[in-house]
């Protein structure tokens, strides 16, 4: 632990170093902006770190490397005034998507009544061994030129999905989508097709049933169908599959359908949700494809399984007893 701790820091002080110019003629970050005396966190976040005050000199300024309890931080700001965060991930549960973290850096000028939030990092670098390099940028005028300012990183753990995802269901109760997925707990669901006839998940208990979520414009969506075909073969004697497609045309969705050939039930997104097409993404964190849910003869979430182990996966759940 302790060399692991060793290293991390030194990659932390690597990056910064080697990365710190390379910010400075890209285009800036979106950022909110609001005027609150304190630091206050949206639905669902909490404090990974609490806010603590930074001094600066000048404004080119290395960052220091601050521990998290998922890894570390290091917050700088360049020769041109832009404030860069980096944050090193060193632990996470992947048994879902919905069990990814979701950092939110914090900022704000002692004495003045704005704090600057970025929501999604400038970009995401995954190592092998499991290290994730969230890089963030805020450029204001403020920032560029304060002599200090208060720092702090809060996080959306899978708690604070769930906490997200069960308000968004309260205000989009008519809406025909997935829950939440979590793994060990039974997806009900009542989706309506485009001839109005609705699928339940109570129509494939007895039986493993693989949702799969996708769309006619998503390579890895279209490039894995003709091996999920075959699957769908190769297991009929133990499992079911339903379709989800999230093309916005319901005529699109059709005519890819027909095109693909797929032998199974397949429901329209936008149709089964009705005036509620954001709910697929609030409520069932469905926001990028493929997405692929394998779900036992009682109804319950497996696992979520990745295009490139669908067939190992596969294998492996539906032997057992």
Known sequence: MLFQNILMFSICAIWTTLGFSKFENEPIHEVS????QEPSLPTGYRWEKKPRRIDLQGKGQNGRTHYLPTGGVS??????GTVVVTIFQTKEIESSRANTLEYLPVISIPDEEVVYKVREPKATTTFRSGLKVHTFRINTAPLAECDAFEFGVAVLDFEGKRKQSELARQARPSAGI????????VMD???KGIDGKFVRDED?????????CWASWCNPCMKKMPELIELSKEHADTL???GINFDKNADDFELYKNKIGTPWKEIHGATSAGDHQDAWEKVSRIGSLPRLFLL??????VCEISPNELKEVLARELKRP
Request: proline share 8%; hydrophobic share 40%; glycine share 8%.
């Open 33 to 36: 902006v609001s005027q609150e």
């Open 75 to 80: 917050v700088a700001r360049t020769d041109a």
């Open 178 to 185: 997935l829950p939440f997925p979590v793994v060990g707990q």
């Open 189 to 191: 669901f009542r989706l």
């Open 204 to 212: 494939y208990r007895g039986r493993y049933l693989l949702i799969d």
């Open 240 to 242: 079911s599959v339903l």
């Open 296 to 301: 036992n003869p009682n109804g319950e979430l």
